[in-house]
């Protein structure tokens, strides 16, 4: 394997951002044939222990670690941009008629395809995803995934009531389809699987009983679904499940919330769900731009981060409007200033590529193996061109420092700005 030398950038345990001008990545293949992370630092350190080996020298560019994506839709790839008032006229006029049709297995590898290459594209390494209720769109993703040797954890969506007929699942064969589907694809190479109710209102409580179950069976497996989006969608859930003390509680009493556990969203909350998000471990996908486009509201962060509870950053593509995560990082940017405005703050640009890197990974219980280029870690990363357009040339230039450098990119940042994708 060569080494590369350009600029680098990596991240402390904390979330600090550690950034050699002049850097240098070395790598080896591990038992499985995954490349990881040897070595990270200053070319001037490490260089001589390389002497021999190949250099990829990229001048002008910047080395970091791959993208993670905590939640995110792949059968929506065709949904992006389809405005509705809310989240439910939007999910029954657009989304579940489009999901419908991945009862073709043939369409849903088109689709698959293109997403797969659509997130790469975009520097997007890793990604938690849902896919439709059909067991054969999970198939398809899953392939596709491998065949990269990329990083994917999927699932099929769990949804046996409130759904109109070519989404809607039967109970038991949704329950056996999901633990078919957890011994065929969990932990092979490097894809997961995550167990994958929709949100409450949509399964009967059997099927959320029947997921707990399941999740406590395999607890390496992953738990997806979404929570406290939208005011009508919460008014709906609590109705349905009365004896729940909150929406969160709803899966908590189904024993739906452990480490692994992934929730989208998450806007709505009193300070008890907080508690208990912190509790049990769970950790909030935070979909700014879905969140905006939809008009659901605003992620707390600041409430998040007073309570200590795990979360990172996700495209929620296609409520979300775009697969860049330099797009979903500004939101967040713009979405913090709100929570974050009593205190006098906003989220820093390195808080912000750390919440969609490295501490994505942690909210997912992949610390130290994905969104980080530090030694032991999967080698997934991006070369970023800080020249790719114009005006990025011409403000990154002018950058006096990192802070002024990490902004000047997620605010003109985009797909231009991603020159390779590297996996691991
Ligand atoms: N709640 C239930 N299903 C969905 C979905 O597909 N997208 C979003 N944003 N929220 C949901
Ligand atoms: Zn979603």
């Known amino acids: 394997m060569p080494i590369y030398r350009s600029a680098l950038l990596r991240f402390t345990p904390e979330g600090a951002a550690i950034f050699e001008e002049d850097g240098l990545l070395a790598t080896e293949a591990d038992a499985q044939g995954?490349?990881?992370?040897?070595?990270?630092?200053?070319?001037?350190?490490?260089s001589g222990q390389y002497a021999g080996r190949e250099v990829m020298h990229w001048p002008g560019r910047i080395i970091a670690p791959g993208f993670v994506d905590l939640h995110i839709h792949y059968p929506q790839t065709d949904v992006i941009g389809s405005p509705a008032d809310g989240l439910l006229p939007w999910l029954e006029n657009y989304t579940f008629p489009h999901e419908s049709?991945?009862?073709?297995?043939?369409?849903?590898?088109?689709?698959?395809?293109?997403?797969?290459?659509?997130?790469?594209?975009?520097?997007?390494?890793?990604?938690?995803?849902?896919?439709t209720s059909h067991p054969g769109s999970v198939d398809a993703l899953m392939h596709e995934a491998q065949s990269r040797h990329m990083r994917m954890i999927a699932g099929k969506v769990l949804q046996d009531r409130h759904s109109p007929d070519g989404v809607r699942d039967a109970t038991e064969q949704s329950l056996i389809?999901?633990?078919t589907l957890i011994q065929r694809w969990h932990g092979k190479d490097r894809l997961g699987y995550a167990i994958t109710p929709r949100f409450a209102p949509t399964s009967t409580d059997a099927q959320l009983r029947g997921a707990g179950e399941l999740a406590a069976k395999y607890p390496d497996v992953w738990i997806q679904s979404h929570v406290a989006e939208n005011r009508d969608e919460i008014r709906w859930a609590r109705e349905l499940f009365p004896a729940s003390?909150?929406?969160?509680?709803?899966?908590?009493?189904?024993?739906?919330?452990?480490?692994r556990a992934l929730y989208a969203h998450c806007i709505h909350f009193d300070d008890a769900d907080r508690a208990l998000m912190r509790e049990r471990r769970t950790a909030a996908a935070v979909c700014p731009t879905?969140?905006?486009?939809?008009?659901?509201?605003?992620?707390?962060?600041a409430k998040?981060?007073?309570?200590?509870?795990?979360y990172g950053l996700a495209s929620d593509v296609g409520g979300g409007t775009s697969f860049s995560p330099f797009h979903t990082m500004l939101a967040a940017y713009y979405v913090g200033r709100e929570g974050h405005a009593k205190q006098g703050q906003s989220l820093s640009p390195q808080a912000l590529w750390w919440q969609h890197t490295a501490g994505a990974a942690r909210a997912a219980g992949l610390d130290g193996i994905v969104g980080n280029l530090q030694p032991g870690c999967e080698a997934d990363f991006v070369v970023l061109n800080p020249q790719a357009t114009p005006l990025l040339a011409r403000r990154t230039?002018?950058?006096?420092?990192?802070?002024?450098?990490?902004?000047?990119m997620i605010v003109l940042g985009d797909d231009?700005?991603?020159?390779?994708?590297?996996?691991a």
């Open 416 to 423: 231009r700005l991603i020159e390779r994708t590297q996996l």
């Open 177 to 179: 389809d999901t633990e």
């Open 397 to 408: 230039a002018q950058a006096r420092d990192l802070d002024e450098l990490l902004f000047a």
């Open 101 to 131: 049709r991945f009862s073709d297995s043939a369409y849903a590898a088109e689709v698959a395809r293109f997403f797969v290459d659509e997130l790469l594209r975009n520097g997007v390494t890793s990604a938690v995803t849902f896919c």
């Open 290 to 301: 879905s969140n905006l486009f939809l008009s659901s509201g605003y992620f707390d962060f």
């Open 245 to 259: 003390r909150s929406y969160l509680s709803i899966y908590d009493d189904f024993g739906l919330m452990r480490e």
């Open 34 to 46: 995954t490349q990881r992370v040897l070595a990270a630092g200053s070319w001037s350190a490490l």
């Open 304 to 310: 998040a981060d007073e309570a200590g509870f795990l």
